[in-house]
């Protein structure tokens, strides 16, 4: 729970009930933020809503984009030395464009010296062309993947690359308080994210390098054998990569026994299993 993952966006609705007493920041005017979140965090054993990837980590919310899902280039690179300075250990930047600054690769390196790991959205257009701050050194650039583990026709792709992720009909959160689906690779990246978060909570040691080091080699493979520009080096698995950051070999424990309720039948009837 000290594993903090911050969301640059547009701000998160902290008084969602699957958000509610873990995120504290920037509140959202838009919607894109709240659903980055859940993605990336939302609460578990609640019995209510959905399970983000790294359930038990706090969401810091850092607002760079107005109520259109539009912001400035410099408005993100304050995001992310911001969320650094206020004890992020991971960074979400579901967000971009195809303008390649020197301030905001400064942005990023200034979060990864301080040990921090960023992960962001590898865009919408189905091109090759770098995007932002995804193509930057130092951070995890994410694609979409398909329910049937092919490229999310919209996702950016290309040697700058690193992972994917599931980008299409993800049930998150809304800035309503209710629940939605939601689809491209902005949903994409906070699986990663959440991740990071996940990984850095098993192994506290682990340096951002390590950590990211541990995603893309843990990865399932998907197109070509190896690394390749629509997948990168594949897509996430999170059970292998805990077992890797962990030593860890089989099955993973439980550390919480799970809560059920039986809602139907009411008649006393046996369910089996």
Same mark, same amino acid.
């Given at each position: 729970?000290?594993? +903090?993952?911050? +969301?640059?966006?547009?701000?998160?609705n902290?008084?969602?009930?699957?958000?509610? /007493?873990?995120? &504290?920041?920037? $509140?959202?005017?838009n919607?894109? =933020?709240?659903?980055?979140? =859940?993605?990336?965090?939302?609460?578990?054993?609640?019995?209510?809503?959905? #399970?983000?990837?790294?359930?038990?980590?706090?969401?810091?919310?850092?607002? #760079? $984009?107005?109520?259109?899902?539009?912001?400035?280039?410099?408005?993100?690179?304050?995001?992310?030395? &911001?969320?650094?300075?206020?004890?992020?250990?991971v960074?979400?930047?579901?967000?971009?464009? @195809?303008?390649?600054?020197q301030?905001?690769?400064? %942005? #990023?390196?200034?979060?990864?010296?301080?040990?921090?790991?960023?992960?962001?959205?590898?865009?919408?257009?189905?091109?090759? *062309?770098?995007?932002?701050?995804? %193509? @930057?050194?130092?951070?995890?650039?994410?694609?979409?993947?398909?329910?049937?583990?092919?490229?999310?026709?919209?996702?950016n @792709?290309?040697?700058?690359l690193?992972?994917?992720?599931?980008?299409?009909?993800? $049930?998150?959160?809304?800035?309503?308080?209710?629940?939605?689906?939601?689809?491209?690779?902005?949903?994409?990246?906070?699986? +990663?994210?959440?991740?990071a /978060?996940l990984?850095?909570?098993?192994?506290?040691?682990?340096?951002?390098?390590?950590?990211?080091?541990?995603? *893309?080699?843990? &990865?399932?493979?998907?197109?070509?054998?190896?690394?390749?520009?629509?997948?990168?080096?594949?897509?996430?698995?999170?059970?292998?990569? $805990?077992?890797?950051?962990? =030593?860890? *070999?089989?099955?993973?424990?439980?550390? *919480?026994?799970?809560?059920?309720?039986?809602?139907?039948?009411?008649?006393?009837?046996?369910?089996?299993?």
């Amino acid at each position: 729970s000290s594993v +903090i993952v911050a +969301i640059v966006d547009t701000g998160v609705n902290i008084n969602h009930e699957d958000l509610s /007493g873990k995120a &504290t920041g920037n $509140l959202d005017d838009n919607g894109h =933020g709240t659903a980055v979140a =859940g993605i990336a965090a939302a609460a578990s054993n609640n019995s209510i809503g959905v #399970v983000g990837a790294c359930w038990i980590c706090p969401v810091l919310s850092i607002k #760079v $984009l107005d109520s259109t899902g539009s912001g400035s280039n410099w408005n993100v690179d304050q995001g992310i030395i &911001t969320a650094t300075d206020q004890g992020a250990k991971v960074i979400n930047l579901s967000l971009g464009s @195809y303008s390649n600054t020197q301030d905001m690769q400064d %942005a #990023v390196n200034y979060a990864w010296n301080k040990g921090l790991v960023v992960v962001a959205a590898s865009g919408n257009d189905n091109t090759t *062309t770098p995007f932002y701050p995804a %193509a @930057y050194n130092n951070v995890v650039a994410v694609g979409g993947n398909s329910e049937s583990d092919t490229k999310m026709s919209i996702s950016n @792709y290309g040697p700058w690359l690193d992972v994917v992720a599931p980008g299409i009909a993800i $049930l998150t959160t809304r800035m309503d308080g209710s629940y939605n689906v939601a689809s491209g690779t902005s949903m994409a990246s906070p699986h +990663i994210a959440g991740l990071a /978060g996940l990984i850095f909570s098993a192994n506290p040691k682990l340096s951002n390098t390590q950590v990211v080091d541990i995603i *893309t080699s843990t &990865t399932d493979d998907l197109g070509d054998p190896g690394f390749d520009q629509y997948y990168g080096w594949g897509k996430i698995n999170a059970g292998r990569a $805990l077992q890797k950051a962990t =030593g860890t *070999t089989g099955p993973l424990p439980d550390t *919480t026994s799970p809560q059920i309720k039986v809602l139907s039948p009411t008649d006393s009837s046996t369910i089996s299993g």
